[in-house]
Each structure stands twice: as structure tokens, then as C-alpha cells.
């Protein structure tokens, strides 16, 4: 079965306030994780990743924070903005067999 | 210009009946996959290409059938169509400097009736 997974399946979070969504998983072994975001009527986008030797990476206005020890990956979004809206999904690169195993994705609703 | 190109972007069509979906990217990428996504959002990989070899297959019903006829296209067919293949199928594609990368098309919706 699939080892990645997220606590919340839809989030609302206030315009301007920031974002956590959280995301468990369970493969110690693997190489990457990685948030993709997918807007409606689109392919999912790469975000940002993470390597399993570091404990935080920042992006523009992303943070993604690994803790190895709970085996949990969150990632936060600074002042959400109507644009963030999307489905977010969790994703480990086990490093092999060449491909993503996603989580389940969770919906961010901005309220306004 | 588009990175992932995937044509039809809708398809309905019968039960029973065969069916192509056309991926093609412009990026110089190595590496293709099909991803198959369901009505509650999951994605899973279906099979995955690397310069036109065929390096992942996962358990898909030998009725889904992928070709590449080269490195820049990976088409799916899919022979007998069941309800059950209603989804969203995506096309991806990756270069070796950061595998986990991936440039994904806008998505095929497939109807079966």
C-alpha cells in the first residue's frame, strides 16, 4: 500500500495568515520528499523538496520542515494569498524505480 | 510553449471501445510516465518510460497498452474500455538532475459510458 498520507483533507485558512498542511509517512528509506501543488483543471506543479539529510528548506514564500524522528513533513505557506487555493499533495522519491509515490492531497481553501 | 502536451483534454466514449490518448514534451527530458488519477484525487503511477525503454509497469490490466516512439512521446492505448477506466490520466516527464521533478501535462479526462 501506499506509505504517504496527510492528517487534514481540506484546509480553510484566512487571507494573508499562513498555512500548515501536514503529511505523514511511514518509508524511512526514502531519498526525497517532495510537495507538488495542483490548481483545478491542471497537472500537479512542483513546489519544493526536501532531502532526508536536512530538516528544513525555504522556498519563495514556502517552508518545508522534515521531522525524521515522527516520520512527518509539513509545509507552510507565509500570508496565503486567493492564488495558493489548491489540492497539495505529499510525495516521497524512494530513489529507485524512478517514480513518485504520492500521498492523498489536501484542498486549501482561502477565505477571504 | 507547453512542456507536456497531452491530446484529447476530454474523452467520452463507450464501453467496450479502443482508445488513444497523445503525450508529447518539449523539454529534452529523459524519462515519461503516466499517472492515473482517481475521483478523490489520488494519483498512481501507471508505467514509465526511459529513452523510449519501458522501465516501470505497474499493475495495470494488460489492457492499457504504452508506446514510445521516441524519447519525446509516450502515448497510452487502452483497449476494451471498462467504466472503471474513468479518470484522469497525466502525463509527466523528468530529467535525471533531479528525478523527483516532474513537469506534468494538463491531464486527460476519460468518460467511459
Known amino acids: 500500500g501506499e506509505s504517504v498520507g496527510l492528517h487534514l483533507p481540506t484546509l480553510s485558512v484566512q487571507e494573508g495568515d499562513n498555512s500548515i498542511i501536514n503529511c505523514a509517512y511511514s518509508?524511512?528509506?526514502?531519498?526525497?520528499f517532495i510537495w507538488y501543488k495542483q490548481e483545478s483543471g491542471k497537472g500537479p506543479q512542483f513546489i519544493i523538496d526536501?532531502?532526508?539529510?536536512?530538516d528544513k528548506r525555504q522556498g519563495q514564500r514556502v517552508t518545508v520542515l522534515l521531522n525524521k524522528t515522527v516520520k512527518h513533513l509539513s509545509l507552510q505557506i507565509a500570508a496565503t494569498q486567493p492564488g495558493d487555493s489548491a489540492v497539495y499533495f505529499c510525495?516521497?522519491?524512494?530513489?529507485?524505480?524512478?517514480?513518485?509515490?504520492f500521498g492523498k492531497g489536501t484542498r486549501l481553501h482561502i477565505l477571504p | 510553449d507547453t512542456a507536456v502536451s497531452q491530446t484529447p483534454k476530454y474523452l467520452v466514449t463507450q464501453m467496450g471501445n479502443d482508445k488513444s490518448i497523445k503525450c508529447e514534451q518539449n523539454?529534452?527530458?529523459?524519462?515519461m510516465y503516466w499517472y492515473k488519477q482517481d475521483s478523490k484525487k489520488f494519483l498512481k503511477i501507471m508505467f514509465s518510460?526511459?529513452?523510449?525503454?519501458?522501465?516501470i509497469n505497474e499493475t495495470v490490466p494488460n489492457r492499457f497498452s504504452p508506446k514510445s516512439p521516441d524519447k519525446a512521446h509516450l502515448n497510452l492505448h487502452i483497449n476494451s474500455l471498462e467504466l472503471g477506466d474513468s479518470a484522469v490520466y497525466f502525463c509527466?516527464?523528468?530529467?535525471?538532475?533531479?528525478?523527483?521533478?516532474?513537469?506534468f501535462g494538463s491531464g486527460t479526462r476519460l468518460t467511459v459510458v
Open positions: 518509508n524511512s528509506a526514502s531519498d526525497y
Open positions: 523539454l529534452g527530458h529523459d524519462t
Open positions: 518510460y526511459n529513452n523510449k525503454e519501458l522501465i
Open positions: 509527466a516527464s523528468s530529467h535525471p538532475g533531479q528525478p523527483y521533478g516532474y513537469t
Open positions: 526536501i532531502r532526508s539529510n536536512m
Open positions: 510525495a516521497e522519491y524512494p530513489n529507485r524505480d524512478d517514480k513518485i509515490i
